[in-house]
């Protein structure tokens, strides 16, 4: 036997099965949406991990291909590693739900999410997002919930909540909050340039709907809900800190922390561990804690000297943003590149375009995704913060920074038919002291700029912080945060857009959730510093983009064709169309509804490859002109191709205004005539004449 909890929820049933599969994990249930199916676990070790000083928590999202019918494409039919949708929804999990643990706690936690089946309609990320927090609050792992989760669409000006398939591709919002009981714990979003009165509705209309759902399970909390389970606190002791503050006192750490160059801070706090390691040599519980403890002093300092004092580490104003530089053309050769500098955080980008053959292929479980055009990628290298350890490939935090970025550029890049390139924006961090992924956004922006992308509008992104004090009244919002506010502040508010409105957002928090006046206050804020950045430092290094494509970039001709002659330029088995590709050296891309796409360096290699494909799909009439090749001799006359697969004949009449005794006398193969369609002849074969020829 077991339980099953359901609630009506936008329109379609979420039902929850509990004690019905996995019971062996401390928390389980099996989650339905319509036809979407998504197991949910929650598990945790029975012991804190050894010589850690954080709490281990894992995120996984499976998505099985047989969710949707497909058995996987590659030779061993297995899924292999995670996609980027799975990294980005695992990372959309882990945010709302990691504030809510212990600070002390350090158990292994891993929240597994298995996608089991697809109803396109009903979200399985936004079903695991719901299942992986009510499987933990059920469980006796200690977890401060629950939560709920909200998708928000923009259709005709109405908002719509946990949008279908067919209302996500009109949608000019795609929008994700979770909620606490009291606050708002994080925000995700993608947008058309939504103004910010209209964002901020819609992540309250969300929060509202979240109200509802949590109270949905606190139902099954009181029928289902285990006892929380004790465990090793791994809080650093009172007495250390004390012991501490005798040797470094409050001032000294203030003025260690005080500077705006991240290696000489580091350095300051490095010579103060040294001092403190000497001094509890002998007391060897408090070494394996003391990286903790100076971490957690210079975390009450800072908040101390932001909240109390208003003082920023590197004596800037609290809206204030560190210096800006932005330069273009950096790099010689790449189709458009642009560089951002913001203090000790520089970008940058290189845009790459190329044929829409080149276009990533997507084999996920999103049927409307099946390709993507435009493609960000991000790279964090260990030089960018001063350190050395080898490279592994993108982790999660890089495919999610280059996911954010690609959101927030997506809304002003022109459609296939005005620009039918695939682009590829690539950004990489030569330096890092906090959000390279906004300042990525501006070098993306401008480096689209340089090579002739013709975006709507340029885009900006910049980052809010938050110190909050005992109270939800006792706050302060924080413009452009550097590395030491991220890591010791409550918030990290990052939020891109044009002068039009919003395109992105991504909001994690430490605390336990925001209220309305912080996150109207966040937005306002980056609001006015973006567009200082778009007025003042980007128009300045380039304003507009540049009217065509640079000299080293792929250049492309658009030709409409009747789709019944698609099959007459391909050719039987690619023939006629490999045919032009080796004759003029262009690629070549034609789609179903028989838009041509011919792209090539070389412009009289494209235009040679536009006339053959003109010539191929023309019905040839009487008194058409064509140029053709000699491929054969006969008695009888000449045969000549016109293009790739498309032949006629000139007869020995109609090759010269004089008496022709042999074709050899005055063709060869291989020449190249002008002559005049004639129609066809008794075979049904094109008639050619090149005497009756008017020039």
């Known amino acids: 036997m077991y339980k099953k909890f359901e609630m009506e929820l936008a329109g379609r049933t979420l039902r929850v099965d509990v004690d019905r599969v996995a019971k062996q994990a401390n928390g389980a249930v099996l989650m339905h949406y319509g036809d979407t199916t998504v197991l949910c676990t929650a598990t945790a070790s029975e012991k804190p991990r050894d010589g850690i000083d954080f709490f281990p928590l894992s995120v996984e999202y499976n998505e099985r291909q047989y969710a949707v019918g497909k058995i996987p494409g590659g030779f061993n039919k297995r899924e292999g590693k995670a996609s980027e949708n799975a990294v980005l929804t695992c990372r959309v999990i882990d945010r709302p739900m990691r504030p809510l643990f212990p600070k002390d706690y350090r158990n292994d936690v891993t929240l597994e999410n298995l996608v089991m089946s697809v109803d396109q309609d009903c979200s399985p990320e936004l079903t695991a997002m719901l299942g992986a927090a009510i ?48 606050k708002v714990i994080m925000i995700e979003a993608g947008a058309n340039e939504v103004p910010e009165e209209k964002m901020i509705e819609a992540i309250f209309a969300a929060h509202e709907l979240n109200q509802k759902v949590i109270a949905f399970i606190d139902t099954i909390v009181a029928e289902c809900g285990k006892q929380k389970h004790a465990y090793t606190s791994c809080a650093v002791p009172e007495e250390l800190f004390e012991a501490i503050k005798e040797l470094v006192p409050p001032a000294q750490m203030e003025e260690a922390v005080f500077t705006d160059d991240k290696q000489t801070r580091e350095e300051n706090i490095r010579q103060i561990t040294e001092k403190l390691e000497e001094a509890f040599a002998e007391k060897e519980e408090w070494l394996e804690v003391l990286g903790e403890a100076v971490y957690q002093y210079q975390k009450k300092t800072v908040r101390k000297m932001i909240l109390k004092d208003h003082k920023r580490p590197d004596g800037r104003a609290i809206d204030q943003i560190r210096p800006l530089a932005a330069e273009v053309d950096l790099i010689p050769r790449v189709h458009g590149s642009a560089m951002f500098t913001r203090g000790q955080t520089q970008i940058c980008t290189v845009t790459t375009l190329a044929p829409l053959s080149d276009a990533q292929r997507i084999d996920g479980l999103d049927e409307a995704e099946t390709s993507k055009r435009y493609m960000h990628h991000y790279n964090f290298p260990s030089y960018s913060v001063g350190e050395t350890k080898p490279s592994r490939g993108p982790g999660r935090r890089e495919i999610g920074h280059g996911a954010l970025a690609e959101r927030a550029l997506l809304p002003v890049l022109p459609d296939e038919a005005e620009f039918p390139y695939a682009i590829r924006t690539v950004s990489e961090t030569f330096e890092s002291n906090g959000s390279t992924s906004q300042a990525s956004v501006c070098a993306s922006s401008m480096s689209l700029m340089t090579a002739g992308v013709p975006i709507k509008a340029a885009v900006a992104g910049i980052s809010a912080g938050l110190v909050t004090g005992e109270t939800d009244d006792e706050y302060l919002v924080l413009t452009d945060i550097q590395g030491l506010e991220d890591f010791f502040g409550d918030m990290d508010f990052k939020v891109a857009g044009t002068h039009k409105g919003i395109t992105a957002i991504q909001m994690d928090i430490k605390i336990h959730g925001l209220t309305r006046p912080i996150i109207e206050e966040a937005i306002a804020a980056t609001k006015k510093a973006r567009t200082y950045i778009l007025d003042e430092i980007m128009s300045k290094a380039i304003s507009e983009p540049r009217p065509e494509v640079g000299s080293y970039a792929p250049k492309i001709i658009q030709m409409q064709i009747d789709p019944q002659k698609i099959g007459d330029v391909v050719g039987q088995r690619g023939k006629t169309i490999n045919a032009i590709i080796d004759e003029t050296g262009v690629k070549i891309d034609i789609t179903d509804d028989g838009a041509v796409s011919i792209c090539g360096t070389e412009k009289e290699g494209m235009d040679k490859a536009a006339k053959l494909i003109t010539t191929i799909v023309t019905e040839f009439e009487a008194g058409q002109v064509f140029e053709g090749k000699v491929v054969s001799i006969k008695e009888f006359g000449a045969f000549l191709e016109f293009a790739p697969g498309k032949e006629g004949m000139v007869h020995i009449s109609k090759i010269s205004k004089e008496r022709v005794n042999k074709v050899e006398d005055v063709l060869s193969i291989g020449d190249v005539v002008k002559v005049v369609c004639l129609g066809k002849d008794k075979m049904g074969r094109f008639s050619f004449s090149m005497r009756d020829v008017v020039e």
């Open 135 to 182: 499987a933990t609050t059920i469980s006796d792992i200690p977890f401060d919930g629950p939560i709920s989760t909200t998708q928000v669409g923009l259709v005709d000006g109405a908002f719509v909540f946990n949008p279908t398939a067919a209302q996500k591709e009109v949608s000019d919002l795609a929008l994700t909050v979770a909620s606490t009981k009291e």
